[in-house]
């Protein structure tokens, strides 16, 4: 969007300025455009949008103002800001065709990547080392087949499934729940710059709206209207990734998830998903199988024949005592002394060696877990 008069009618009209989305609508489709919405006058506000519409726009608040100041300010001062409004040749096609898309988009970055064939792929923000494992090495190796990898740039599988999706020619979209001039959890500000030079940052919040809550889940139908489908690595049952696969599913979109153990609380969620009909899947080949057919973009891979995914590193040699008495299921210190029968004080330094080693990861509530392929 080039014309900042233009812009300035969108910024007008934003809900958080005191309009519901609904009326919104309304009001677009009974008069064509923004800028024909703010010329119709009170009269025709008020029978279209309602009162609380009519009072919104006849009134600007001191919100409303600074919404639209900040908002033409970022994509006059922001290198490589765009704005795409709905209905824009560049609006992603996907995300058009879903029951609730945004009217604005905020980006930074290669909006071209909104063209491209994209999968979702989210989970706990509270990962495993395994999980994470899953997450980046999936994220690479379905981003080498030409899929963008679309997530929410959180804390745990978020950011592993961005910084495998940046390794891949497929490149990577990170919506976010917060304006686009804030990048949030801070410990993703490298993370979050990096795409902005090679994959795209997305949100519909106008410039200037702080990481609120509800941000978070409304933006999680905009991860799944992107995408062919949504890959879920980790998630608890009550998990926000959850939301996401329901949002996809009723997108029509598909649903994979990825088992783990039963003792696992971020394998409970994904669980119930392969109950409620989701995909199971062991390997980004099992991904692409279902996905060639809705797109001829995902060619075969020029690698040879997939392996499963991932490990990065080799499989640790069953030959350890403590290796072999871990398993692959998340085990207490109590429950090694009893399988080991070695005494807590030895077994303690030999899972710390392990740890520093990784081979072996420290989860919360006091559980250790092997790392490498289950």
């Not at 609006?91 to 909104?114: E, K, M, N, S």
């Not at 889940?217 to 799944?224: E, S, V």
């Not at 980790?234 to 959850?242: D, F, I, R, T």
Request: hydrophobic share 45%; with cysteine.
């Amino acid at each position: 969007m080039a014309d900042g008069k233009e812009l300035e009618a969108w910024l007008s009209l934003n809900p958080r300025a005191g309009l519901s989305a609904a009326a919104v609508r309304r009001l677009l489709a009974a008069f064509g455009s923004p800028q024909a919405v703010l010329d119709a006058g009170p009269g025709a506000w008020r029978e279209v949008g309602g009162a609380d519409a009519a009072k919104a726009l006849a009134q600007p608040s001191d919100l409303a103002q600074q919404i639209v100041e900040q908002g033409l300010h970022w994509q006059a001062h922001t290198p490589g800001a765009q704005v795409i409004a709905l209905g824009e040749a560049a609006y992603p096609p996907a995300l058009f065709q879903t029951a609730d898309p945004p009217f604005l988009l905020f980006c930074r970055g290669r909006v071209a990547l909104l063209q491209q064939p994209s999968l979702a792929v989210v989970g706990s923000r509270h990962a495993t080392a395994q999980g994470i494992e899953h997450a980046r090495a999936f994220s690479h190796y379905l981003s080498d087949a030409g899929l963008c990898i679309v997530s929410g740039l959180a804390a745990g599988i978020d950011g592993a499934a961005h910084e495998g999706g940046l390794r891949g020619r497929g490149s990577t979209i990170a919506v976010m729940g917060t304006g686009p001039e804030q990048l949030y959890p801070r410990r993703h500000q490298g993370l979050g710059e990096r795409i902005a030079q090679e994959g795209l940052l997305l949100t519909e919040f106008a410039p200037g709206t702080p990481p609120l809550p509800a941000n978070f889940p409304q933006r999680n139908r905009i991860i799944a209207g992107l995408s062919l489908g949504t890959l879920v690595v980790e998630a608890a049952v009550q998990s926000g990734s959850l939301i996401t696969a329901r949002l996809a599913s009723e997108c029509g979109r598909e649903v994979f998830a990825i088992p783990g153990s039963i003792h696992s609380p971020v394998a409970k969620g994904c669980h119930r998903l392969i109950q409620q009909g989701a995909k199971l899947v062991e390997t980004g080949e099992d991904v692409l199988q279902e996905l060639r057919a809705q797109t001829a973009l995902l060619g075969p891979r020029s690698q040879p024949e997939a392996k499963p995914l991932p490990p990065s590193r080799e499989e640790p040699p069953v030959s350890d005592p403590v290796l072999a008495a871990l398993g692959q299921d998340p085990m207490s210190l109590d429950s090694l002394v009893a399988r080991t029968g070695w005494p807590a004080s030895v077994l303690s330094a030999k899972l710390l060696e392990l740890e520093l080693s990784g081979l072996v990861a420290r989860l919360p509530g006091g559980f250790f877990q092997r790392c490498g392929q289950a």
